[in-house]
């Protein structure tokens, strides 16, 4: 169902007179069902065209033994990937840092360490961050980025400060440290997740260390974050069909 969602809103939004869209790239964070379940539905359509995919390659040898057993990792990984394939879609696991354009935006992967212990961690600790620029303002988002082992500490003075910051794994232990946030010190914050399920004590970090404004996707009925041509960051709320 949320499949079809998706493939109705690029088709209604991004469709060129032939009705196909062009997308010049997809990224999957990491190999967890809520970041890339789905992907090869939007993949397979005939009508959608994608130039390169960033994914990193899942491992489970580094991931803990519940989770492997338990989650679906591996297949929604193995899903994407066989789409991409079918379409000869060049995969990308292991991007060069570089920043590239897109339109008239700069955007910058940055990508997570493996663990240099033979210590076993969750898929979160693999995923790409991403750094999107625009007429001086600056978005970071954390995809489901954590400390676990170091990544935040080492990754914050690279990313630097920024406007916005889409806050790592929806708030939830070992992502979004007191030095990650002081160090990007963001004006604004978006937590993906229910109001409900949000963490309050990171919540009250951010809130204590960079007196952000934090917006909550489930308590706004979803958040669209437009960079304006002079840089001014406007939101919407309320952009989920209640059908």
Known sequence: MFNSHILKYLKENAADENGKVHLDFVLGTHSH?????????????DDIEIGRAYLKEYDSSKIRD???????NQEVYDQMVQALNAKNVPIISNPDGEPFSLGN??????????????????????????????????????GDMDNLTGDEERLAPEIGKVDLLKVGHHSYHYSSTAGFIRTLSPEYCVVTNK????????LFRIE???????????????????????GD???????????
């Open 33 to 45: 069902s809520d970041h890339i379940g789905g992907f090869d539905t939007v993949i397979n359509d």
């Open 233 to 243: 960051i406007n939101f919407y709320n309320s952009i989920h069909s209640e059908a």
């Open 66 to 72: 519940y989770e492997v057993k338990k989650w679906d």
């Open 105 to 142: 935006f700069t955007i910058t992967l940055f990508n997570t360490d493996d663990p240099e212990t033979d210590k076993k961690v969750g898929e979160n600790d693999q995923s790409f961050g991403i750094l999107i620029e625009k007429d001086g303002t600056r978005v970071f988002l954390s």
């Open 208 to 230: 204590r260390i960079a007196n952000s404004t934090i917006l909550i996707t489930g308590k706004e009925n979803g958040v669209i974050a437009e960079i304006g041509s002079s």
């Open 195 to 202: 109001e409900s399920s949000v963490q309050k004590t990171t």
